[in-house]
């Protein structure tokens, strides 16, 4: 049975690529569901999928983080990991599609969620904006800054997997350095054209195929702007994503057994001794698996 995979907003839970990627459990902040309706709703996912990994943004607010652990401490149980994603919104909701997508394959809830920390590696996660004046999620330079200013003015950014930043009409968008492997482009719409991203730099980089979502709530926050158009380029084929992840050394957990990629179990945090596996991507995800004791609400 697939491991079930769950986000924290309904913003982050795109529409599947294929008829066999089941969707996203969605865990609400404390003002918009109860605690015991998140037990129960939990419970279930236990229930039926056996593992729960648990993707949220590392800007989500504090109340609605200590809910996610509340959850897993009354629960007492390893089965449910906490991985905190530091990108985009848009990449957030790339990424768990395509935790949706592997986990249909046979590959084991440890594999599933650490996983996670592999994949945001071949995302090319980025922005169309007409200001860079409160970026600060990227590096921008005194002359960017002051030309965000100007009249007209846009910016292509990427955010990752290597920060980057060009002046649209300036810079062709070839400049802005995209993938050297297949990929579909997810398109996520503010409050300016996206004729750009679309036109110009999805031909650039050779898109496959391209998707538009719903801008997420949170976006705008992000990038310091809503006028802006959010893109991800990432894997899209489900056989790719699970040769990708099946290429990777896989090894059990010293102290849970769940077999794993990476330095460090999802479930139980227990780290690998240094030549049990191959050196994992890090800085993407921490798992908080609750190791704070319970918490209150």
Not at 285 to 297: D, H, I, L, P, Y
């Amino acid at each position: 049975m697939p491991t079930a995979i769950a986000v924290t907003g309904d913003d982050l839970v795109l529409a599947p690529l294929d008829g066999q990627t089941p969707s996203a459990a969605v865990l609400q902040p404390p003002g918009g569901q109860s605690l015991d309706e998140a037990l129960a709703g939990v419970q279930a996912l236990m229930e039926r999928c056996g593992h729960v990994v648990v993707l949220y943004p590392a800007s989500l607010p504090a109340a609605h983080r200590r809910r996610l652990q509340t959850i897993r401490s009354v629960m007492a149980d390893g089965r449910i990991a906490l991985l905190q994603v530091d990108l985009p919104p848009l990449a957030v909701a790339v990424l768990a599609r395509q935790l949706r997508q592997i986990s249909v394959f046979d590959f084991g809830p440890g594999v599933v969620g650490s996983a996670a920390r592999l994949l945001p590696h071949y995302l090319y996660a980025g922005a169309l904006l007409n200001s860079v004046a409160r970026l600060d999620h990227v590096p921008v330079g005194l002359k960017a800054h002051a030309k965000s200013w100007l009249p007209g003015s846009q910016f292509g950014v990427l955010a990752g997997p290597t920060p980057q930043l060009i002046r649209i009409g300036t810079d062709g968008a070839a400049a802005l350095p995209g993938p050297k492997f297949g990929t579909y482009m997810t398109v996520a719409q503010g409050k300016i054209g996206a004729d750009w991203v679309t036109a110009e730099l999805a031909p650039a980089w050779g898109v496959q195929a391209l998707h538009q979502a719903g801008l997420p709530e949170e976006s705008a926050r992000w990038w310091g702007t809503d006028k802006l158009v959010e893109f991800v380029a990432g894997i899209g084929d489900t056989s790719v994503l699970a040769q990708l992840v099946f290429s990777v050394r896989r090894q059990a957990c010293r102290w849970c057994g769940l077999e794993l990629i990476g330095d460090r179990c999802v479930f139980c945090a227990a780290p690998l001794t240094p030549h049990a596996n191959q050196q994992a991507p890090s800085g993407v995800v921490t798992a908080e698996a609750g190791r704070q004791g319970q918490s209150s609400e």
